[in-house]
């Protein structure tokens, strides 16, 4: 097998789901926790085939269940790109930032490489409370974390 085009850029978890939804309204697609919407969607053929929809129907339930690792607006998600752009920190390191939200130390020291080095300890206080101020956590999720 040969790579024809190598990979552009890199898509954060958010970006995925905004295309996924495009594709979903643009399908006329409606799955089962869709039935309440009363939009009056019907179901109709595409040439995309069953297998774009089901995959489709099967991330955007996974990411609908999964409430506090997501990003709900494109405003907070602009806003934490360009606070995580004054760091010094690799492409790689904010996309995992942003995909995994981190909410404490340790889970921040996992994702950005040598981070104790490269960041001082105000500096990775401060990319944990942008994130908590951007995405706040409900307390019974809170509850649950501290738990595990």
Known sequence: ????????????????????KEIKEKNNWVFENDKNDKKGHRRRGTAAGLDLEVITKDILSYADADKKATITSSAD???????????DLVKVE????????PRTMVHLYALVEECDQRLSD???????????????????????????
């Open 94 to 101: 904010k996309l995992q930032i942003v995909n995994s939200l």
């Open 122 to 148: 105000e500096q990775s206080q401060g990319i944990l409370d942008k994130i908590a101020e951007l995405f706040p956590v409900e307390e019974d999720e809170e509850m649950e974390e501290a738990e595990e």
């Open 77 to 87: 998600f602009t806003a934490l790109l360009q606070y995580l752009n004054q760091f």
């Open 1 to 20: 097998m040969q790579i024809i085009n190598e990979r552009d850029k890199f898509l954060s978890n958010y970006e995925v789901l905004q295309h996924l």
